[in-house]
Every structure is written in C-alpha cells, then in structure tokens.
C-alpha cells in the first residue's frame, strides 16, 4: 500500500506510489555492530521493556526462554553498547482446518549501523512469526521478509490484511469495517508453508532513525532503502541462525520494486541468492504506468474496462469486459494513440468511441481527453450522475463525491480509509497480543517519508534491470506477480508486460508468473482475494523448493 501518488504536472517526475530517485552512492555500507563502542543516543523513545513480568500477556516468555545462543550473544552485544532491543517473545497458536498451528512470535527492534565507527542510525521494529511443524519437515523451513510500499507505508497492510495469523475483518465485499476494526484468525495465513518477518523501514511504523534530521534522509531513496533493508535481512538471519533456510522476500505496491532491487542488492552486497520473490501489486517499471505516455494508458485500460462492468456501466462480467478491453488495448487503440493528429481528431472518432463503449464514459469525455483517460478523470466520472466516486485502488469501490465542485477528488475514499482501520488494529494487537510497549505512534503511511523521498532525476524509475540480474544470476530463482483486476494505480497488465520482456531461455519462461484475481491493489480484503493470494504463494514457495 501507498501513498496516493502526484501527476507529473505537479513535479517534474510522478511522485506515483513510489518513485525511484538518486542512487545513495554518497553514504557508505550499512554493517552490523562488532562488539564495543558505546551508542550515544541509543536510549531515544525508550518505553517500557516489553518482556518485563509488567508487560507480558498470557503465553508471553521472557528471552532466557529462548535457546538460541546467537540470540543469547546479540543480547550481550546490544547490551554492551548501549542498545535495548525491546524484545518481547509470546506463544500461540492459529487453528487450521488441518488443526491448530502452535508458533512462536517476537517483537522487537534490529540495530541499523553505519560508517566507519559502525554507529548506530536507526532502530528498524520487526515481527517474527515462527511455527512449530506438525510433522518433522525434510529440511529448515523458509522464511520470508515481508514489506509494504509507498514509499512510507508500514508492514500492517500485509501483516493484518494477507500473510500474517490474524486479520481485519473486512465486509463481504471488501468494505471496510467499522472503527475499531476486529481482528480474526487467518485461516490463509502464510505461517501454514514459512515462517514470517514484517519489517518497517527507517520513518514508518515504531521504525525510527536515532537522529531524525540528520540520518534518516539517507535511507529515503531507492538504492539507500534497499541496502539498508537488505542489511536487516542479513542481521535476522545472522542473530536467527538460519542462513541454511530457503529465503523469500515479499512486497506489496513499492515493496515489489523495494524487493527487486534488494534481491539484486542481497546477491552483491550480502552474498544471498533468495529463492523465490512476490510482488503484490507491484510497479516494476513507472514508464509501463505513466500516464502520459502511450503504454500507461493502454495498460489501464481493462483495468478500467472490469471496473466499470462491476459497477454495471458496461454489460458483461469483469473478467470478460477485461479480455476484450485486452484485445484493443494490444491493438487499434496503440496504433489509434500512436497516429493521433490533434488537428484531425475526428478521424480518431471510432477509437474514442470504442474506449467510451469499454470504459462506461461519455464519448464527449473521451474525445476531451484525447482518447488518454486519467484514472483521476474515470474515477470522478463514471458515477458522477450518482455523486459518487471510486478509488484509484479499487476502481470497485465507490463512495460519496465530498466535493463535486473541485477539480480534482481531494483524497482517495478507499486509502484515507485504510489507515485509521490498520492503525488502530495494529497498535491494539502490537499491545495486547504481541506485549509490545511504546508511546511512539505507529506511522502506517508516513507522508514525511514520501515527500523526502529521492527519485532518479534524470531517469524513470525501473527495477527491471535488476529482476534480470537476479535471475541470471540465481537459475533457481522463481518470481510471483500478483494483482487485482480492478487495481487502477497499479494496472496487471504493466507487469504482464514487464515479465514478456526478461530474457529466459525458452524452457524457464515459467520462472517468473503474473496471476490476477477479482479485487484491487489489496486484494486481500476479501476473502477470496487473501486465500487465491495464499495459494499463489504457498505454490512459489514449494516449486522454489522442489528438487531438481
């Protein structure tokens, strides 16, 4: 999940959900601690230790629980200079139609360091989930690193909406729930197949960088995030012991760009080839979504097709106004906008009527926008004579238009919503499930993070040529792309696009798979959404592991 995204005629490259900015060539490597110098300001927004007897819930244990001597050593490590990583450790247990599935989850903060005297630069919260198999598995079990997007945004989105053992309840639909949203068992949570690490990156959720206007900026770009999320995932596995474990990373909306770029930092920096990536909803490459050029809008287009025939202003069903829409998209209405003459507009007259007949809007509208409809014009257009309008991640739902009159919908109905929903989910279980305890908010979406991010000036953001790297360089690399029909900021058919053009022999095509299903850009706030997103996961993560 992210922040809404800006036009480009409002900066000079589109802010879009995530862009990618300047290299942070000028910072050096992020490395973990030694063992000796003393951190000065490490103490900063220190709550009450979370594993103290005060602060522990039913089921929660103490770290001298935990025989992990890695752990053990770190512990020392940290304590030593100065470092308290909060840590609190709980057990429980997620019933499952199989049965119940006793695990293990701790909370706790990694220490980010950098330069020459390896000082501390942040403290980055995380939550492992670690299961107890039923029956004794063949190998160590995988794990995977999960994260969200915008840049801004906090792990909740795919914590308590997809991956993790509990949920928010959303409605049947996908409507969100009333204030405060309950929490459920997940009965699709990833937990069944890996164990599981929700990171917050520097400035969201309890993620905070120990001197905010000093440091934190150097991990707000593209290649300063990915080196340093890369070095927590090679601090987990460092402290965990599991380097022998088959690793996965996932990422949600910018997180999918974040963990193709890490995937290729991973193998240069830290020397980890992972196993398998999945992106969910990802933008791989911004020049495949933007809309003033001539493939954004094609590969919006069926997006926009199945929204509109799911709210009835097109005949059909979603998934086959999406196909036809397709099948134009490839074609007449390439060539169409690729052939535009502005001064002969009326011999694109049966090219902005086809894209009216599939988007539901008037032909007038279409002919006005030069046969490139804006998501923000289709969103504030199509249900206008009901005083509605939709959201830019689910072109399904609809609310009402607080203000017909403005140029442009001030806020998105469906984002804005989110956020007070996961907050308070979150911050209710961190403290009563998870004994964590902090007065620090839980910044879900960050709007300081994503106006400070740094994108490349001179080029668009893409992760393409990183993918390709990593899976030339891992053959058993397997790579999921996820996505809803409906998702409009994010539109499938960019990454079908993206994943034509990796160059894989003829017999590994297969190594990288684009999925869609009914839903938006969290698709997983339906049910059927978060269990099809399950399965596709479960299924990469046990190809990746199969034997060869």
Known sequence: MQPLPMSRRNRSLPRLLAMALLPALLFPPLVTASAADADGGAQQDRPEHAGSAAAKPEGAKSDGNKPESGKADASKADELRGFDPQRSVTSHSLPLPDGALAYTATAEFLPLRDGAKEELAARIFTVTYTAEPKTPAAGPRPVTFVFNGGPGAASAYMHLGAAGPKVVAFGPDGALPPSPAPLVDNPDSWLAFTDLVFIDPVGTGYSRAVKPDETEKRFWSVDGDARSMAEIVRLWLTRNGRWSSPTFLAGESYGGFRIAKMADELIDQVGLAVNGLILVSPVVDFAAIDEDGILGP?????????????????????????????????????????????????????????????????????????????????????????????????????????????????????????????????????????????????????????????????????????????????????????????????????????????????????????TVHPGGHMMYTRSQGRAALAADARALIAESLRPR
């Open 298 to 514: 094609a590969w919006k287009l069926p997006s926009m097709a199945a929204s509109a025939a799911a709210l009835g202003r097109t005949p059909g069903t979603p998934e086959q106004a999406a196909e036809a829409a397709e099948r134009f998209a490839l074609g007449p209405y390439l060539t169409g906008l690729a052939g535009l003459d502005y001064g002969r507009l009326d011999d694109a007259r049966d090219v902005f009527a086809e894209v009216a007949r599939i988007t539901g809007l008037p032909v007038e509208t279409v002919r006005r926008q030069r046969g490139r409809v804006p998501m923000g014009v289709f969103t504030r257009e199509l249900l206008r004579d009901r005083g509605r309008i939709l959201s830019i991640y689910d072109g399904t739902f609809t609310a009402p238009d607080p203000d017909p009159g403005a140029p442009r919908v001030p806020f998105d109905p469906f984002l804005k919503g989110t956020v007070p929903t996961y907050t308070t989910a979150f911050a209710a279980y961190a403290h009563d499930a998870l004994a964590v305890r902090t007065e620090s908010p839980y910044r879900l979406l960050s709007d300081r993070v994503n106006r400070n991010w740094e994108w490349p000036r001179m080029s668009v953001p893409s992760a393409v040529d990183a993918l390709q790297t990593a899976l030339t360089l891992q053959p058993a690399l397997r790579v999921l792309i996820v996505h809803g029909r409906t998702d409009l900021i994010t539109p499938y058919m960019a990454s079908r696009w993206v994943a034509s053009r990796l160059e894989l022999p003829e017999g590994e095509r297969g190594r990288v798979a684009v």
